[in-house]
């Protein structure tokens, strides 16, 4: 299954829960060094990168060379019905997938009470049950590491971040509504995640 996801921020009524953990993150922050120089609204925007208190507005999936999917709506729909996909996959490929998309997919199956279809151990240093085409392209190294788009460069493939909407632009096309063009963007890049992994395997 190749995959990838889009969050946002945490809703509008967490924001009241938010305040106070950054009020203590603050106040830790001025016994520690010389404060936080993160305002609030930095701090409810960063929770897009965490399932915690951020949420999945889509995921786009695609098994072996079928069709690219996507799903949207509730949150809670979206998850199941991405695990429901998963049944019986033995390979999750994905870009940054270890460490974001899958991890962030198990997050909100947990906070939504929505039990996974597959047991999936994040061991790092192998490519299976999860390739991470990211991780892979290094060699698990912290040094070279590239971008989806900067790999699709290298590999003479069609980047796609080259649309209206890029990830940093996702949080407002969903405030605007625009799902349909947030999923399209996702399924660019599973298309992109497909190819490279072909190159990648040589297959």
């Known amino acids: 299954m190749f995959l990838d996801i889009e969050t946002v921020p945490a809703e509008e009524t967490k924001k009241g829960m938010l305040r106070e953990l950054y009020l203590r993150k603050q106040e830790k922050a001025r016994k520690i060094a010389n404060g936080n120089a993160q305002t609030f609204e930095e701090y409810v925007e960063a929770t897009g990168l965490d399932g915690t208190f951020g949420r999945i507005c889509c995921i786009s999936y695609a098994i072996d060379d079928g069709p690219t999917k996507s799903l949207a709506g509730e949150e809670k729909e979206i998850v199941a019905n991405f695990w429901e996909a998963a049944k019986g996959v033995d390979l999750f490929v994905g870009f940054n997938l270890m460490d974001f998309d899958l991890r962030f ?99």
């Open 105 to 203: 997919i198990y997050q909100r199956s947990v906070i939504w009470g929505v039990k996974p279809s597959v047991e999936l151990m994040f061991a790092r240093f192998r490519n299976s049950p999860i390739y991470d085409v990211m991780h892979e392209w290094s060699r698990w190294s912290n040094l070279g590491r590239t971008s989806l788009h900067g790999l699709a460069k290298a590999l003479s493939l069609p980047s796609s971040k080259e649309g209206d909407i890029e990830g940093r632009h996702v949080a407002k096309a969903y405030a605007d509504g625009r799902i349909k063009e947030i999923c399209e963007y996702c399924e660019r890049d599973v298309e992109l995640t497909r190819q490279i992994y072909k190159k990648m395997t040589f297959a």
